[in-house]
Every structure is written in C-alpha cells, then in structure tokens.
C-alpha cells in the first residue's frame, strides 16, 4: 500500500482510538453533552480519512500526487479545527474554530471531489 494511503487510515486509526476513549468517558460521566464533537471526530476523523484512505489505496497514480499531500494536510487540519470548535460553540467560547474547521473540511472534501473525477477521467 502506498504512503498516502497509509497516513489516510493511521490518521483515522488515531481519530478513532480518541472517539473511542471520548464516548466511554462521556457514558461514565453520564455527560452526553458534547456528543456533537464526538460524532464529527468519528465521522469526518475515522469515516472520512479510512474513505480517503481506500480510495488512494486503490488510485496509487492520485496518492503520488501533490494534491494527495495537501488532501492529507488539510483533512488533518480541519479535524484538529472542528472538533474542539464544536465544543467551544456548545460550552458558549465561541464558533469561530468551528467556522475554520468547516471551511477546511469542506476544502478536503472539494480535494477529494477533484481527485476523483481525475482518477475516472484518466480511467476512462
């Protein structure tokens, strides 16, 4: 497996492993209050980045690509922005990190568009 590949599931491996370690905490506690941030840690951290993960596993001319890199980059940032803005905009500090996180989020996901149609294009 290439090294795009690889980061994309190890990525989602760790966002996983805290997702896990923050739903048994927040069941503990009985405080389900930030079940928000927890479900977009799972979805966009593990979901996304093992979806990532897949597909450039299977698109080694894509993961050699710049685009790939900075697909990887901006999918990382943008969970280490939007998780903790979730939580600053449930417990009243504020949305903007929730805001950013958006906007890099979805920025990774218009990568990962672009990297797609590339991969059918050149299959085509």
């Not at 405080?31 to 597909?55: E, R």
């Not at 990887?72 to 996180?101: D, N, R, Y």
Request: proline share 2%.
């Amino acid at each position: 497996m290439n090294k795009t590949a690889s980061a994309f599931f190890a990525v989602g491996a760790v966002f996983a492993l805290i997702g896990m370690a923050w739903g048994i905490q927040m069941s503990a506690s009985g405080d389900h209050s930030l079940s928000p941030a927890h479900g977009h840690l799972n979805l966009i951290g593990f979901v996304a980045s093992s979806v990532y993960g897949a597909f450039y596993a299977l698109n080694p001319d894509a993961a050699a690509s710049r685009l790939a890199k900075l697909h990887l980059g901006s999918a990382i940032v943008g969970v280490l922005l939007i998780v903790p803005g979730i939580v600053m905009a449930i417990t009243q500090h504020g949305e903007t990190f929730a805001k950013i996180g958006s906007i890099v989020v979805l920025l990774s996901m218009l990568i990962f568009f672009v990297q797609t149609v590339r991969a059918f294009t050149r299959a085509a």
